[in-house]
């Protein structure tokens, strides 16, 4: 009687288990991600502003920052459907500009960044 599965019977079952174990568990993160916890979100790019008084001018900026569910969800959504990186760039700096530069519309009323020059966007959740 074997008490340990032969090599290739071991290789099966974690195989087996993987495929349907990591699907399910991405899946779960992905609905916690744009329901309740939001994600962070680490860019660098371009930054400039458009609004009345701004003083700051643009320049490359690496930021780390949380972004809401609601944009996180887009941002899943858009990936999901397949789209670039590029395609990303103009919902990640909304995202950015809501949570990094805005504060979430607690400061910085009606500001709008613009960054024509995305370098690397990286998710974590």
Known sequence: M????QKRLQAALVEE????????VRAQAREQTSTSDGMMVHVVAYFGFVASGS??????????????PTCAQQ??????????????????????????????GTRAQGLRANSPHVQSIDFEF
């Open 75 to 104: 941002i899943l959504q858009l990936q999901a459907s397949g789209a670039t990186e590029e395609e990303l760039h103009p919902v990640v700096v909304q995202a950015v500009t809501e949570s990094y530069f805005a504060e979430f």
């Open 55 to 68: 003083s700051d001018d643009g320049r490359e900026r690496h930021i780390t920052t949380a972004i809401s």
């Open 2 to 5: 074997l008490t340990t599965p």
């Open 17 to 24: 288990t993987e495929s349907e174990w990591q699907p399910q």
